[in-house]
C-alpha cells in the first residue's frame, strides 16, 4: 500500500511538473459571441494535452478593429496566437504571411476533417479558403478536399434578415388599410416573408413612412415615423454588404476572383442587371428614415432607429439582433419578430442571394508546434456540437450542419430559423489585398450615388473603371 | 608612450566611480549630459521615424506585402501631384482651413473685445466659452454627428420647427463642408479669442484716454490703438489654426467619415486611407511630406509677415 501510495505521489508530481502553462491570445471585436466564446472557455475548457491552457481574448470595439489588428499585426509585435478576422481581410494577410495555412494540420488530423466536412459549404467558402473556391465548388467536392488551401474557421457566421414590428404587421387596421391600397395582406407572420419581394418591401415603405401628426395603428405619432430601412452608408463596408444582394438577385455580379485572370470587370461591374438592379436599390431609400440621404445609414444607426420605434422594418446583421428582443434597450423588444430578407424573382425563382457577415478565426504564423497544437485544440472544442449548441443558446450561430440541423435549433433564438434558411444563399465580396482599395473608392462612389450626386450608371461605370485599371496593375486580369 | 594620454585621468590611471562621477559633473559637461535623454528619446520617436519615413517615400513599398521596398525615386511625388484625387482634396481642405479659420478669426475677436470688457460673471461666462477647445476630438466630433443627424439631431429639429421637414446637412457637400467648417470653428475659436484677449488688455488705458480727449472716432481707435497691439497675436492664431486645420482628420473622420462621397475628404484623410486602408505606404509617406511642406511655406510667409511688420515699426 506505501509503494503503491508513493507511486501515486510521483505521478502526480511527475504530471505537475509537465503541464504547461499556456496562453492564447485572441484579438477579437468586442460582441456577445466573443464574450460568451471567453467566459465559456473559462468556465469549461480543459485542454486535452493536460497543459494549462487559458484562452486570453483582447475584445476591440469593432469600427477600431481593422486599425488595431491591422498596426498588431504590420508592426511585427506577434501579439496574438489567434486573430478573429473579417473574411474579406484574408487575403491581405495571408500574403503578408501573418496567417498559417492549416492543410497540413488539417490533414493529420481526423477531427479537424470531419469538422471541416461538416461545416457549411457557404462558410468555408468565405471563411476559410485562399485563393477563394466558391461554395458549389467545395459542395462538389465533398466539403473537405486537400486541393484547397484552408486558413480559418467560423467564430461566429452571421447573415442579414429582416427584424419586423409585428405589433404593424399584424394590426388589423394597418391590415386592412394595406389591402385597401395594395390589394395584398400585410406579412404578420414570420414565415409570410417567405415570399417577399423587393416590390413587397417598396410598398411597406411607402405604406408606413408617416409624418408626426398622423396615426399609426390607431395611435397618434409625435415623430416621422419611417417604413424601412438597410445600410447605406460610407463607413468601412456598409453599402456594398447591402447593394452586393440586388446585383446577385438581379443576375448581375461583381469581379469573380476564383476565375482570374480571365473573369472580366468592365461589362460585368456595370452591367445593365447591376444598373437595375442599384437604382432599385436607391429607389427604396425614399421610405428610409432621413440620415439615408447623408450616406450615414451603417447597421447601427439603423438599429437604433428600430429600437427608439421609428422604423416599421429592417435588415440588419444576426449579430445586433439581441439588443433588440432585449427590453431594457429597446422599446420594441415585445413586438419585434424576425423574417427573411425581401428577394427578386428572378426566371421565374425568387433569389435571395446575399453577402455573407460574421468572421472566421484563424491561427498566426510565428507560433510554436506546441502552441499551434493547442490553439488547434480550442478549435475543436469550440466547433464541438456541445460548445456550439451552449454558443447558439447564448444568442449566437452556428455553422456546423450537425447543429444546424438539430430539430431545436430553431427553437433557440427567435431568428434562427431565418439564419438556417437564409445560409445557403451566402456569398463573399473579395478576398485579395487589393480589395480595400476596391472596397474604399467602391464605397465612395455609392456614397455619391446614395446621396444624390451622380446616377447609379455613372456610379458603377466609375467603379468598373479604377478596379479594370488597379486589377490590371496587379496582374489579376489578362 | 601608450594610448591612455589621450583619455581622461578618470578613465585611465584612476577608475573609480568617484573618478567617473567627477568627470561627469564638471561644469562643462552637465548641462549637455541633463539634457542628453530627453534629446536621444526625441530622436528615438520624433526624428527618427521622420527620416524613416522620408527615405521610404523615395520607394515602392506596401507595408502588408512581403516584398523588400523598391527604390522608385520621386516616381511618388510625381504621381501624386498628377493624381486629380489628391488636388481635389487639397482644394477641400482649402476649402475648410479658409472658412474654418475665417470664422473663428471673425468669432475669436468679436468673442475677445466681449470679454475684454468688465461685467458680471465673466469670468464664469469666459471659462464656459473656453471649454470647447479643452475637449477632446472624439467628444466633439461624436456630439456633432449627433447634433447633425436628421432624425434625432438638435439641428434638425430646430430647423423643422419652421420648414416642417427634417433637415439633413450632411446631405449635400456644400453642407457637409459648412458642418466641418461649424465644428471646428465651435472648437477652436475660444482660442483665438484667447490669444486676441491677451494682446486687448495689454493696450495702456491711457492711449484711449488721450483718443478720447482728442475726439478720436471708435474706428479711428480701434485701427490705430487697439489693431497695432493685437495685429502680432492675430497673425499667430492665423498661423496656428491654419496649420493645425490644414491637418484636420479628427473632425472630418467621425462626423462625415469624407462624405458625401469624396466632398469633405481632407488632405489627411487620404493621406490615412492610403497609408492604412489601400496600404501604398510609401505614396502616403510622400504625401505626409507634401502636407509638411506646405505647412512649412504656410509658416515660412507667417514670419516674412511679422518681420516685415518688426522692420515697418523699426522705421
Known sequence: ?478 | MTSDMHLPPAFTTQRSARGILQWLNAPERRGPLLVAPAILTLFLVNILPLLWSFGLSFFNYRANRQAAPRFDGLDNYGDLLTDDRVWERFVTTGMIVAGSVGLQLIIGFGLALLFAKKFPLRRILLMLVLTPMMLSFVSVGIFFKLFYDPSLGLLSWIVGQFTGEPFAILATPAGAISAIVIADAWMWSPFVMLLVLAGLVSVPDYLYEAAHVDRASGWRRFRTITLPYVKGLILLALLFRTIETFKTFDLVYLITAGGPGSATETVAVYAYRLGFQNFRTSEASALAYLILFVVIVLTSLYLYLVNRRDAEAAS
Open chain 1, 1 to 478: 500500500m506505501k509503494k503503491y501510495l508513493l507511486a501515486c505521489t510521483a505521478m502526480f508530481i511527475g504530471s505537475t511538473a509537465m503541464a504547461e502553462e499556456i496562453v492564447i491570445r485572441m484579438a477579437a471585436p468586442d460582441w456577445g459571441p466573443t464574450r460568451f466564446m471567453q467566459e465559456h472557455a473559462n468556465e469549461t475548457y480543459s485542454a486535452p494535452s493536460g497543459n494549462d491552457v487559458t484562452l486570453e481574448i483582447d475584445f476591440i470595439p469593432w469600427p477600431n478593429f481593422f486599425d488595431r489588428v491591422n498596426a498588431s499585426l504590420n508592426s511585427g509585435e506577434q501579439r496574438y496566437q489567434m486573430i478573429v478576422s473579417d473574411s474579406q481581410w484574408l487575403g491581405n494577410f495571408i500574403e503578408a504571411g501573418h496567417f498559417l495555412r492549416l492543410n497540413d494540420y488539417i490533414e493529420e488530423s481526423d477531427e479537424l476533417q470531419a469538422i471541416m466536412a461538416d461545416l457549411h459549404p457557404a462558410l468555408v467558402a468565405g471563411y476559410s479558403t485562399y485563393p477563394h473556391v466558391p461554395a458549389d465548388e467545395i459542395e462538389a467536392l465533398g466539403g473537405y478536399s486537400p486541393e484547397m488551401n484552408y486558413y480559418g474557421f467560423p467564430q461566429f457566421p452571421d447573415n442579414y434578415f429582416t427584424y419586423y414590428r409585428n405589433d404593424l404587421f399584424c394590426d388589423e387596421g394597418e391590415n386592412a388599410a394595406f389591402q385597401e391600397t395594395y390589394g395584398a395582406e400585410l406579412p404578420c407572420a414570420p414565415e409570410a416573408w417567405e415570399t417577399v419581394t423587393w416590390d413587397d418591401w417598396r410598398n411597406f415603405g411607402e405604406f408606413f413612412t408617416r409624418a408626426a401628426g398622423e396615426t399609426l395603428a390607431g395611435v397618434e405619432l409625435t415623430e416621422d415615423f419611417y417604413g424601412i430601412a438597410y445600410q447605406a452608408g460610407k463607413p468601412l463596408d456598409f453599402s456594398t454588404m447591402q447593394i452586393n444582394a440586388f446585383f446577385w438577385q438581379w443576375g448581375g455580379g461583381i469581379w469573380d476572383e476564383s476565375n482570374e485572370p480571365n473573369a472580366e470587370v468592365i461589362g460585368v461591374v456595370n452591367s445593365p442587371e447591376n444598373i437595375a438592379a442599384f437604382e432599385t436599390y436607391l429607389s427604396l431609400l425614399d421610405y428610409a428614415p432621413p440620415i439615408a440621404q447623408t450616406g450615414q445609414m451603417g447597421i447601427f444607426e439603423i438599429q437604433d432607429l428600430y429600437m427608439q420605434g421609428r422604423i416599421a422594418a429592417i435588415i440588419d446583421w444576426a449579430a445586433l439582433a439581441g439588443p433588440v428582443v432585449d427590453p431594457s434597450s429597446s422599446t420594441v423588444a415585445d413586438v419585434t419578430s424576425f423574417g427573411l430578407m425581401p428577394g427578386n424573382i428572378l426566371n421565374g425563382d425568387l433569389d435571395r442571394s446575399a453577402n455573407l457577415g460574421g468572421q472566421p478565426f484563424v491561427l498566426t504564423t510565428w507560433n510554436d508546434e506546441e502552441t499551434i497544437q493547442e490553439a488547434l485544440d480550442l478549435v475543436i472544442w469550440w466547433l464541438s456540437e456541445d460548445t456550439q449548441i451552449a454558443a447558439v443558446q447564448a444568442g449566437g450561430q452556428s455553422g456546423m450542419m450537425s447543429v444546424l440541423n438539430n430539430p431545436d435549433y430553431d427553437s433557440w433564438a427567435p431568428w434562427n430559423a431565418q439564419f438556417r434558411q437564409s445560409l445557403p444563399w451566402q456569398r463573399d465580396l473579395w478576398h485579395i489585398p487589393e480589395m480595400f482599395e476596391m472596397l474604399t473608392q467602391q464605397q465612395e462612389e455609392f456614397d455619391r450615388a446614395i446621396t444624390g450626386q451622380i446616377s447609379a450608371e455613372e456610379a458603377l461605370n466609375a467603379i468598373a473603371e479604377f478596379q479594370d485599371e488597379l486589377l490590371r496593375d496587379a496582374g489579376r486580369l489578362e
